[in-house]
């Protein structure tokens, strides 16, 4: 697709789930040393994440001023178990006294936008193709795929709630009323030889349209976290740029 014009930033993306480290509060431990879970979370923000401290002005332009530890310190789980936390009382705890910190497999998203630089998104249209496990599992039906959350970032930060694939794509219950048309969004879903196949368009127009100056990011996850069960998926954004 990257010799047809007008194509950009085409991508092939992984659909299997990738590794992440998780970090769970106890909050046990941090009743200990008189911390509350936003004392840790504050911590876990600015290392991992970055926090915006200030904005700075520029004329009519204004930037975020963001905070965000050396990449030595948040690399991989001893990294991030060294942390140091401040109590109330002037001493400092590793996070690993106060948190369970693990790598774990997390679902894999669905990519429909990774766009860096300014622009608008109106419109999004992907096909994905999947199966479901054995009968009688919580996840046999073979559109189980499209149980996962929206997942989305304008300039990095969140912006885009998830509700659902058939949500943001104006459909429910796996698109089962068949085919559907709006001013808004199209799509069907069908299974076809035990193997579920959805055909989407969803349109960000009038007060809907997504602008960004920086970076947009919008995924769906497969779900409900279960990356296996989707075969193969193609999705186009169109922007304005």
């Known amino acids: 697709m990257g010799g047809v014009e007008g194509a950009n930033d085409v991508k092939v993306e992984q659909i299997s789930g990738f590794a992440q480290i998780e970090i769970k509060i106890d909050r046990k431990a941090i009743a200990r040393h008189h911390l509350n879970v936003s004392d840790v979370n504050d911590i876990i923000e600015t290392a991992v994440g970055g926090k915006v401290i200030t904005t700075i002005v520029e004329g009519q332009k204004r930037f975020d001023l963001v905070v965000r530890y050396p990449e030595v310190y948040r690399k991989d789980v001893k990294a991030l178990s060294d942390l140091l936390v401040a109590t109330p009382e002037g001493r400092h705890v590793p996070l690993d006294d106060l948190a369970k910190i693990s790598e774990v497999e997390a679902p894999a998203q669905i990519a429909l936008a990774r766009v860096r630089g300014r622009g608008r998104l109106v419109g999004v249209c992907a096909t994905m193709e999947g199966h479901g496990l054995e009968e009688r599992h919580p996840n046999a039906s073979p559109l189980n795929f499209l149980e996962g959350d929206e997942w989305g970032l304008v300039d990095g930060r969140p912006a885009i709630p998830g509700t659902g694939t058939e949500d943001y794509f104006n459909g429910s219950f796996y698109f089962a009323d068949g085919l559907f048309a709006t001013a808004f969004a199209q799509g069907q879903a069908s299974v076809l030889r035990g193997k579920g196949i959805a055909v989407c368009c969803r ?32 999705s186009v954004a169109f922007l304005y740029r």
């Open 203 to 234: 349109w960000h127009v009038l007060g809907d349209a997504i602008d960004f100056q920086s970076s947009l990011d919008l995924s769906l996850e497969i779900g409900p976290g279960q990356p296996s069960l989707l075969d193969r998926y193609r």
